[in-house]
């Protein structure tokens, strides 16, 4: 009988053995296993970058409310027709999108006592970056350097100012579906230079089709779930999310979370922030569907809370439509997120 040499397979099939026999593995030691044991607890916020330095401790007030940590995003974008990551493009980015900006709340956050995610993501004009992939080669190569180069800048500032978290990607749906290797390649990396916790952000309706959740801390999901196409409940969302995080042994952490304050806010919010200038102002519907979420997963150990989009640290970072913007602040649904946060026992 011939024998297989590993090191004689193509690295491809390697990979798909390895997350064959883990999967296996993972099966057999979750056969009559209920939950997973308790980890921490993420009492979050993500803070909008703003245009220009503080002039005073906003983040303060955001751990005032109870909560415990925050989301910094320091967005990289690339140009239509281009495949080439950009970032910290002063003075064309806004302040705290830059890697200065990026340090100064870091340290801020620090000093209010709140544990710092920190999630490099792109944006492209006129585009989501879920549906961008690259055609040939080359602009393989010019997306995957570039990107790694965008990736590792930061992973080296938050090794550097004592980060809890780093994000590696965010909602990268189409691309990850063509090719993971590279991904796989940046994990391992972020591992030997970063001693911090990892996730990735997967899209509501991406998360399931992951394979690289063993390698990472979290089960990151950007929690957009389109309620009203589930008759407005969680119940069968949370089979789901239980479904794979015992599957992967690893606890789903919620990378973006929230509510447009709009009429029908449960309805697909993609389709409700192209409608947002006809849209009525609602703040009881975000507020319930806050509460729904909160009444629903609070006391699952598999989860392990998430971060509210988002909060406008001085009323800075916002796109001209605040009252109908996620953002909680000043609304109805602040004091329920208050109340959700301080009476909330987990860490």
């Known amino acids: 009988m011939a024998r297989?040499?590993?090191?004689?397979?193509?690295?491809?099939?390697?990979?798909?053995?390895r997350r064959f026999l883990l999967l296996g593995w993972v099966l057999f030691n979750t056969i009559g296993t209920s939950s997973l044991?308790?980890?921490?607890?993420?009492?979050?916020?993500?803070?909008?970058?703003?245009?220009?330095?503080?002039?005073?401790?906003?983040?303060?007030?955001?751990?005032?409310?109870?909560?415990?940590?925050?989301?910094?995003?320091?967005?990289?974008?690339?140009?239509?027709g281009n495949h080439k990551v950009e970032f910290n493009l002063t003075p064309w980015q806004w302040w705290g999108e830059t890697v200065e900006g990026v340090e100064e709340t870091i340290r801020r956050a620090h000093k209010a006592g709140l544990s710092v995610l920190l999630k490099p993501q792109i944006y492209i004009p006129g585009d989501w970056i879920g549906s961008y992939r690259p055609g040939n080669a080359k602009e393989w190569n010019e997306f995957i350097q570039s990107y790694r180069?965008?990736?590792?800048?930061?992973?080296?500032?938050a090794e550097k100012y004592g980060v809890e978290m780093v994000c590696l990607g965010t909602e990268m749906k189409s691309i990850l579906k063509s090719d993971e290797e590279w991904f796989?390649?940046?994990?391992?990396?972020?591992?030997e230079m970063y001693q911090g916790k990892l996730t990735y952000a997967a899209n509501w309706d991406e998360y399931q089709s992951i394979s690289f959740w063993d390698r990472l801390d979290y089960l990151g999901?950007?929690?957009?779930?389109?309620?009203?196409?589930?008759?407005?409940?969680?119940?069968?969302?949370?089979?789901?999310?239980?479904?794979?995080?015992?599957?992967w042994q690893k606890d789903i952490l919620?990378?973006?979370?929230?509510?447009?304050?709009?009429?029908?806010?449960?309805?697909?919010?993609?389709e409700l922030e192209k409608q947002i200038h006809q849209k009525k102002v609602d703040e009881e519907c975000q507020k319930m569907?806050?509460?729904?979420?909160?009444?629903?997963?609070?006391n699952k150990e598999w989860w392990a809370g998430g971060f509210i989009w988002k909060w406008f640290p001085e009323g800075m970072g916002h796109e001209g439509y605040?009252?109908?913007?996620?953002?909680?602040?000043?609304k109805l649904a602040e004091e329920s997120l208050r109340q959700f946060f301080q009476s909330t026992n987990r860490k």
């Open 4 to 17: 297989i040499i590993l090191s004689d397979l193509p690295q491809k099939w390697i990979l798909r053995l």
């Open 37 to 80: 044991a308790q980890g921490s607890f993420y009492k979050g916020i993500t803070v909008a970058a703003p245009e220009k330095p503080f002039q005073a401790q906003p983040l303060q007030t955001i751990q005032s409310l109870g909560a415990t940590s925050v989301a910094i995003i320091p967005f990289g974008f690339i140009r239509p």
């Open 322 to 330: 605040v009252d109908k913007d996620y953002t909680p602040q000043g």
């Open 254 to 270: 919620f990378t973006e979370y929230g509510y447009l304050s709009v009429e029908d806010c449960l309805e697909p919010t993609w």
């Open 221 to 247: 999901i950007n929690a957009y779930f389109p309620l009203c196409e589930t008759n407005c409940l969680w119940d069968s969302i949370t089979q789901e999310l239980e479904q794979s995080s015992q599957l």
């Open 289 to 298: 569907a806050l509460e729904q979420v909160w009444t629903s997963l609070g």
């Open 184 to 191: 796989e390649k940046l994990i391992c990396d972020a591992r």
């Open 149 to 157: 180069n965008y990736i590792l800048t930061f992973l080296h500032l």
